[in-house]
């Protein structure tokens, strides 16, 4: 009987003590700065950063930039035009469409991804929903992926340039999220469908006359609002398939040319 139990009270003790070392780990983690540059706020939990920080760094991939707007991403886009021109005199024009085509093919979904947006459910991985956003990218919008490919090389620049304190995870998280949102702007998942309203009247015009039932035809439109995470997972996506073709070192070799000169 004995040995019955006592595969249920280890597995109990040792959940116990990975509390407890989370427990301790928080408390020391708890003594120490924010890592956000001049931020006087302890850190909280186990991330490096305090409670305000921690909420940005969630809510807009970053603790402190914000996704690019109006002007701002007008630029962005600009500047990495800028920098496929310069790695077209340094590589060789030729060279660099054949790796940003050879990226590009690799963007790819199936047409059957595409299902309607009210049919995109909760327990669905990350990964299946951002494949659900590119489906509609590629096929629903007829979106060209050599534009996801230059957006994602443009974005890497800009975060490079606006953030020179934090490592590449902060970084590379933040470019995701950037890239993520902005594709699923262009990819616009959404579905308008007819559907029966029926509505009963609720006065008659005489107390004999019996209620009237209207019944008609409206548009209803379906959207999907993705979450954060599934910004950061479609930019993911991107991410390794730019890793692979090398192509983030061109914008490396950029940014360094840049530095040199004093333009970054
Ligand atoms: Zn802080």
């Not at 886009?77 to 054949?98: F, T, Y």
């Not at 061109?250 to 040199?260: A, G, M, P």
Request: with cysteine.
């Amino acid at each position: 009987m004995t040995t019955n139990i006592s595969w249920t009270v280890e597995p109990d003790s040792s959940r116990m003590r990975a509390r407890a070392s989370i427990r301790v780990q928080q408390s020391v983690n708890e003594q120490i700065k924010c890592d956000v540059p001049n931020c006087e706020a302890k850190r909280r939990g186990i991330s490096s950063f305090c409670k305000a920080h921690q909420n940005a760094h969630q809510d807009k991939g970053h603790p402190v930039l914000r996704m690019p707007r109006g002007e701002e991403r007008r630029w962005m886009l600009a500047e990495g035009e800028r920098m496929l021109e310069w790695l077209r005199e340094k590589h060789g024009a030729v060279n660099v469409e054949s790796w940003l085509r050879a990226a590009a093919r690799r963007i790819t979904a199936s047409p059957s991804m595409a299902i309607p947006p009210r049919k995109i459910d909760r327990r669905m991985t990350q990964r299946t929903r951002a494949e659900i956003i590119l489906a509609y990218f590629l096929h629903k919008r007829r979106g060209d992926p050599l534009t996801i490919i230059q957006l994602y090389l443009a974005a890497e620049l800009y975060t490079r340039r606006m953030d020179k304190v934090f490592g590449p995870t902060v970084r590379n998280g933040f470019t995701n999220r950037v890239v993520g949102q902005m594709v699923a702007r262009w990819a616009k998942v959404e579905e308008e469908r007819e559907v029966y309203r029926v509505s009963v009247e609720t006065m008659p015009s005489w107390a004999n006359q019996e209620f009237r039932r209207h019944e008609d035809l409206v548009k209803v439109k379906d959207t999907y609002k993705p979450q954060t995470s599934v910004y950061k997972m479609l930019g993911k996506m991107v991410r390794e398939i730019l890793r692979k073709e090398l192509l983030l070192s061109s914008v490396r070799e950029y940014y360094d040319h840049l530095f040199v000169k004093g333009e970054a």
